[in-house]
Nanobody, 126 residues
């Protein structure tokens, strides 16, 4: 699976962005997709994930502000980010893992993902 993340940019605090993660290379069936983010000097952290069947998990820091969704017909997963804060500034990565069931703990675990996109930079100014 090849993943292409897009949609990052510069936005003021309180604004919104929508990230997209487009998959290609093989069937999208039974692949869960997660979003992670990373800032310089820090470890990559979990943001949100969605299973193929639509099970969802969010990090507490983004719950209520971010919404993850997927369009399986278009092989694309979206991350709608609202009420952005300066602390949301990071490079956002999408990742995929083959999973036929929903398990939030697994979906939050970076090392369980086999395929990664190249990252898209989100900058939130105060």
């Amino acid at each position: 699976v090849q993943l292409q993340a897009s949609g990052g940019g510069l936005v003021q605090a309180g604004g919104s962005l929508r990230l997209s993660c487009a998959a290609s290379g093989r069937t999208f069936s039974n692949y869960a997709v997660g979003w992670f983010r990373q800032t310089p000097g820090k470890e990559r952290e979990f943001v949100a994930a969605i299973s193929y069947s639509g099970g969802i998990s969010y990090a507490d820091s983004v719950k209520g502000r971010f919404t993850i969704s997927r369009d399986n017909a278009k092989f694309t997963v979206y991350l709608q980010m609202n009420s952005l804060k300066p602390e949301d500034t990071a490079v956002y990565y999408c990742a995929a893992t083959y999973m036929t069931f929903f398990n939030a703990i697994i979906l939050r675990t970076l090392t369980r993902y086999d395929y990664w996109g190249q990252g898209t930079l989100v900058t939130v100014s105060s």
